[in-house]
């Protein structure tokens, strides 16, 4: 059994109030198991609990501040009132306190009721406390708000549902092979790992004064946006959209706040059907040319910095492709190259003739053979005889590519000198009269990208585990604290105090590293958005 999980004896309260404890009666409390151990417990809460200490009726006579919060209340409101004003059920709450005074325990799941009237989950565990027999019997009860670790939890999820999107975009996007297909695909990745109900891709012209969805994916009975294209007026832009072209992520949640234009940016949000619009930019090279728009149903669903930060991430994947698709036309539709053209390029770009020689190759790729100590003369050479590295299957991938006319895209390790390298290479044929004549090749060594991508999010998500793993471990130390600390209260000998003292230095130590957690997080924040 977890940490955090509840006992098999945990009992669940339904909204009539109704329960399997008040039918059995308190004995049903405890359960033993074969062995004849007892698995309820009154250990202390998982993270995010509270404690609080009541009387043999069932009064409070002590409950600390994260008790109060989960509750909503004011520090002591709780303080001197009954046990049944918080859980939905008063008669859950007599039957939890007979079975404590009954069996010595009571562990499960019930329904609490907050001061705003809201009902939430709660798992409650209690037992009775040690006293002397001068004293009135005391019973300690710790509470767990159900609702908050189930919406960690799936925030959680969620953030490593879009890593794991965000990484399969950049994989899918290092060749340009069907590109539109490999952004839908994207596309809908980004929809299902965030919760979205449409993600399109937006684009502008070149004057942005026309702007439209290009490439969309839809959740079931989502309309499409896909094909519809907008007039702009660049003197008379809406405010979302002018911090969009300004490079800023904009969100925008019904009801709306007071922003400019409210009138018509309502109406655009009832035109799309949503509750929630979050606009990512898109930019290609240093110009931003659209954005990426993921609509919800919900407004309460929005987006947190980690999620937004990987948002613009994958923006980024996706506007370097569409970038790079730029290169791959133009050096497709343009048949009399030119020099100075290549040269511009920082992808490796050389040209073969149907016999595998070289014809031409533009200083990136010669600067790369120089780094490889291979040999920069190259034109006129056979490419397996110029280029080792390149083998006889490389040759028969050309084969192909002349005897089919299709282009070819490839991702090869490749090893020179003991080093592996990782080359995205694209084979494209240049036509004349009806026959392949000349085959463009484009190289680019992704060998650091790859690793790159490797190390960032495995270290991503070791840290994010390492520093659950913290907090939890901190609370863990907290929340025993707190009970010795309850039980020093409660005693009236000279002993109180000295317990109390040494409560407070470890209490102290364990705030100093909640502090230290907290600038981690923040970092953690900061690599997540900009690394």
Not at 268 to 283: A, C, D, E, N, T
Request: net charge negative; aromatic share 6%; proline share 3%.
């Amino acid at each position: 059994m977890g940490q955090g999980d509840p006992v098999v004896n945990s009992t669940t309260y339904g909204n009539d109030g109704k329960d399997d404890l008040s039918k059995g009666g308190a004995a049903h409390a405890a359960r033993q198991d074969e062995s004849g151990r007892t698995e309820a417990g009154c250990g202390a809460p998982p993270v995010g609990g509270g404690i609080c200490v009541a009387d043999g009726e069932g009064m409070i006579l002590f409950a600390d501040a994260a008790l109060h919060a989960i509750w909503g209340y004011d520090e002591p409101e709780l303080i001197g009132g009954p046990v049944a004003g918080l859980l939905q059920s008063a008669a859950c709450a007599v039957d939890a306190i007979a079975a404590v005074r009954s069996c010595g325990r009571f562990a499960g799941r019930l329904q609490a009721k907050r001061k705003d009237g809201s009902i939430f989950d709660l798992y409650l565990s209690a037992g009775m406390l040690p006293s002397r027999q001068d004293q009135s019997p005391s019973i300690l009860l710790s509470c767990f708000d159900l609702e908050e670790r189930h919406a960690a939890d799936e925030a959680l999820r969620r953030r490593q549902a879009l890593q794991r999107a965000v990484s399969g975009i950049s994989s899918r996007l290092i060749t340009l092979h069907d590109i539109d297909t490999a952004i839908e695909v994207s596309l809908a990745d980004l929809g299902r790992a965030s919760g979205a109900c449409r993600v399109g891709l937006v684009l502008a012209d070149d004057d942005q004064t026309l702007i439209g969805t290009t490439h969309e994916w839809c959740a079931d009975g989502t309309a499409p946006l896909r094909g519809m294209f907008q007039q702009l007026d660049r003197r008379n832009l809406p405010w979302w959209m002018t911090k969009a072209f300004c490079g800023e992520t904009v969100s925008i949640s019904m009801p709306l706040p007071d922003v400019p234009d409210a009138r018509q940016t309502r109406m655009m949000m009832k035109s799309r059907g949503s509750s929630f619009l979050q606009i990512v930019p898109l930019h290609m090279g240093e110009k931003i040319v659209g954005w990426i728009a993921l609509d919800k149903n919900s407004a309460a669903e929005g987006f947190c910095s980690e999620d937004i930060a990987l948002l613009r991430t994958a923006a980024e994947i996706i506007g370097g492709a569409l970038e790079r698709k730029q290169y791959q036309v133009w050096l497709q539709d343009a048949v009399d190259l030119n020099r100075v053209a290549l040269d511009s390029l920082s992808d490796m770009v050389f040209i073969i003739d149907a016999d595998l020689r070289f014809v031409l190759a533009n200083e990136s790729f010669l600067a790369w053979m120089e780094e490889l100590e291979l040999e920069k003369d190259v034109i006129g050479k056979k490419i397996t005889e110029a280029a080792p590295l390149f083998t006889e299957q490389t040759g028969l991938q050309y084969e192909r590519v002349i005897r089919t006319g299709r282009p070819l895209h490839s991702e090869n390790i490749y090893s020179v000198d003991g080093r592996e390298l990782t080359l995205a290479i694209a084979k494209l044929p240049i036509h004349e009269r009806g026959r392949v004549c000349k085959i463009i090749t484009v190289i680019r060594d992704i060998t650091r990208q790859k690793e790159l991508e490797e190390l960032k999010i495995k270290a991503y998500s070791q840290i994010e585990r390492n520093m659950e793993q913290f907090a939890i471990l901190a609370d863990h130390v907290r929340n025993p604290l707190q009970v010795i600390q309850a039980v020093a209260d409660l005693m009236e000998d000279n002993g109180a105090d000295r317990i109390t003292d040494q409560v407070q230095r470890i209490n102290h130590i364990i705030n100093q590293l909640d502090e230290r957690w907290a600038e981690s997080r923040k970092l953690s924040s900061f690599w997540r958005k900009y690394a």
